[in-house]
T-cell receptor, first 114, second 111 residues
Framework: DADVTQTPRNRITKTGKRIMLECSQTKGHDRMYWYRQDPGLGLRLIYYSFDVKDINKGEISDGYSVSRQAQAKFSLSLESAIPNQTALYFC?????????????FGPGTRLLVL | LAKTTQPISMDSYEGQEVNITCSHNNIATNDYITWYQQFPSQGPRFIIQGYKTKVTNEVASLFIPADRKSSTLSLPRVSLSDTAVYYCLVDSGGGADGLTFGKGTHLIIQP
């Protein structure tokens, strides 16, 4: 969905390096999420934010941190990258207030940690 | 947390109707059922959502029995481009409980 953008789209880094993945959205949604996807494991939630001042850990937050700089921006950091963080990372957004939410996903960032 | 169970994979042929069933025995009163589709190297995208009985849109139909303990996504006359992973989620919109995509169902359509 072009309304949710992720940068970079691909990244190769070395063990121990700090990297940041960025997500921006123009949908005006208040909720944002970071997921990782590994082959055969589906999507797993890393962190989520329901508004600018709200940060929550997901299923697999260890080794990651996030920052919600503005309603439209949500970044994911790997403080010291390790090879098992090699994965496809997705950002998603949704709007609160409805009966149930629909999430809109970005194109993904493919990360390789050597 | 209403856990969902779906088949890991399914095969079908072009032009056939495909039905993918999801079990959610512990669904709560406020939970809705949502299905997403994911193509390789792309993020999931919303297909259809429902609460009870039947919902139909331009892409699919969703059948939900009265007890709501399962749901069936129906794709009419599939084509090769329907090859994807399909995820069933149960969510009330009140938190992260429904944000568990699981492994989904890998649907493979053959000519």
């Amino acid at each position: 969905d072009a309304d949710v953008t992720q940068t970079p789209r691909n990244r190769i880094t070395k063990t121990g390096k700090r990297i940041m993945l960025e997500c921006s959205q123009t949908k005006g949604h208040d909720r944002m999420y970071w997921y990782r996807q590994d082959p055969g494991l589906g999507l797993r939630l890393i962190y989520y934010s329901f508004d600018v001042k709200d940060i929550n850990k997901g299923e697999i937050s260890d080794g990651y941190s996030v920052s919600r700089q503005a309603q439209a921006k949500f970044s994911l950091s790997l403080e010291s990258a390790i090879p098992n963080q090699t994965a496809l990372y997705f950002c998603a957004t949704s709007a609160s207030g409805g009966a149930v939410e629909t999430q809109y996903f970005g194109p993904g960032t493919r990360l390789l940690v050597l | 947390l209403a856990k969902t169970t779906q088949p890991i994979s399914m095969d079908s042929y072009e032009g056939q109707e495909v039905n993918i069933t999801c079990s959610h025995n512990n669904i709560a009163t406020n939970d809705y059922i949502t299905w997403y589709q994911q193509f390789p190297s792309q993020g999931p995208r919303f297909i259809i959502q429902g609460y009870k009985t039947k919902v139909t849109n331009e892409v699919a139909s969703l059948f939900i029995p009265a007890d709501r303990k399962s749901s069936t996504l129906s794709l009419p006359r599939v084509s090769l481009s329907d090859t994807a992973v399909y995820y069933c989620l149960v969510d009330s919109g009140g938190g992260a409980d429904g944000l568990t995509f699981g492994k989904g169902t890998h649907l493979i359509i053959q000519p």
